[in-house]
């Protein structure tokens, strides 16, 4: 069978894409969709999203990481299924979707930026170390000086796969500290088990655990990641962040079509 996919990117994060609002595409595959997201052998991607109807908002998101496994929030490929909606004529330029940590409200505006809403934050688990939270997705935060040297592959393994987090495992991001409103970041993300060059809900977490731990007060922040640029905004009352917003590019790459 063909199936007809769809490549989109988000600040380098990248995903296939596939309308199943029939339903067609076999999900329980597990290999089909590792081998579509594999860069040798099949279309490469750092997961694969699928479009399907949803009953009461424009449209369910359904991701996969890489290695095939459905997996939590993502909030590059949650921008980027917003811009495929767009281009399939599904919604105009705004939207409002499902996913597996719940509804997300969305714009797209000029030159393919789009604005996601994230989930509230209500806790956020501030260590001597390093910084936790949830974000859809978990992530942990800790600052590094030698950001650009630094070996984020093997070091982000360990304490991925380390005592620390158990068989769930969790993202990793290291950060550094540019100025008041900028912070440099790089992503080890779990199911894709190496470094990506953006993590939307990596950021995020980077945005709010910086202002949580006072290395800035502001609630707009720049995030320099390896891709491009994103920015998150935020509403701060006490220890809750409220009105939590992704935004960046979200590019149409090419399409076409594969025998599965």
């Not at 081998?35 to 399907?52: K, M, Q, S, W």
């Not at 620390?164 to 990793?172: A, D, Q, R, T, W």
Request: aromatic share 10%; proline share 1%; hydrophobic share 35%.
């Amino acid at each position: 069978m063909q199936i007809e996919f769809y490549k989109y990117q988000g600040t380098g994060n990248d995903f296939v894409m596939i309308d199943n609002r029939s339903n067609f595409f076999p999900k329980e595959d597990i290999q089909l969709i590792e081998r579509l997201c594999d860069r040798r052998f099949g279309i490469g991607a750092d997961g694969l999203i699928l479009l399907e109807n949803d009953s009461e908002t424009d449209f369910r998101m359904v991701y996969y990481n890489s290695d095939g496994n459905e997996s939590s929030m993502c909030g590059n490929g949650g921008r980027c299924l917003v811009a495929f909606a767009n281009q399939l004529g599904v919604i105009n330029d705004k939207a409002t979707f499902i996913a597996t940590d719940g509804l997300h409200h969305a714009s797209v505006g000029n030159d393919a930026i789009v604005s996601l809403q994230m989930i509230d934050v209500d806790e956020v688990q501030k260590h001597d170390s390093h910084t936790f939270l949830n974000t859809g997705s978990p992530h942990h935060v800790q600052i590094v000086e030698n950001l650009k040297e630094y070996n984020v592959k093997e070091n982000g393994a360990a304490i991925r796969y380390g005592e620390l987090y158990g068989e769930k495992g969790s993202n990793i991001n290291f950060v550094k500290k540019i100025d008041d409103d900028t912070f440099s970041l790089r992503t080890y993300e779990r199911g894709v088990e190496d470094e990506t060059l953006a993590c939307g809900t990596g950021a995020t977490a980077v945005a709010i655990a910086m202002n949580a731990i006072g290395q800035t007060d502001k609630t707009s922040i720049n995030l320099n990641v390896e891709g491009g640029k994103l920015v998150v905004s935020f509403d701060k009352l006490g220890e809750h962040f409220s009105n939590v917003f992704l935004t960046g590019p979200a590019k149409f790459v090419f399409k076409g079509t594969i025998e599965i």
